[in-house]
Nanobody
Framework: QLQLVESGGGLVQPGGSLRLSCAAS????????IAWFRQAPGKEREEVSC????????NYADSVKGRFTISRDNAKNTVDLQMNGLKREDTAVYYC????????????????????WGLGTQVTVSS
């Protein structure tokens, strides 16, 4: 089973930036649709961004559009989430997830779509 590992979380001031990475060993992440989710305390997990395996197309939640950028680093075999202009409401545990059931992002699908999940990395935005 594919094992995903997130890294790059931490404490940052409002307006700051962080770069999260999702890594896997033994498989090529380029063959998978990869999404970043987040879950804030007391809230449901939500999909933040996604990148296709077919054509590299991307998708973003409205709340992060224009501030977050998802990308693949094929040399490192990672999918990264560059987060700029962070806000307090971005505070959450961030998870990456992978699937081969699709070749393109499908934001309307439920969590059943994602066959593999990482354990998450904490992002805290606070002054």
């Amino acid at each position: 089973q594919l094992q995903l590992v997130e890294s790059g979380g931490g404490l940052v001031q409002p307006g700051g930036s962080l770069r999260l990475s999702c890594a896997a060993s033994g498989v090529t992440l380029g063959h998978y649709v990869i999404a970043w989710f987040r879950q804030a305390p007391g809230k449901e997990r939500e999909e933040v961004s996604c990148i296709n395996s077919s054509d590299g197309g991307t998708n973003y939640a409205d709340s992060v559009k224009g501030r977050f950028t998802i990308s693949r680093d094929n040399a490192k075999n990672t999918v990264d989430l560059q987060m700029n202009g962070l806000k307090r409401e971005d505070t959450a545990v961030y998870y990456c997830a992978a699937t081969r059931f699709r070749t393109r992002c499908d934001p309307g699908a439920g969590e059943w779509l994602w066959s593999s999940w990482g354990l998450g990395t904490q992002v805290t935005v606070s002054s």
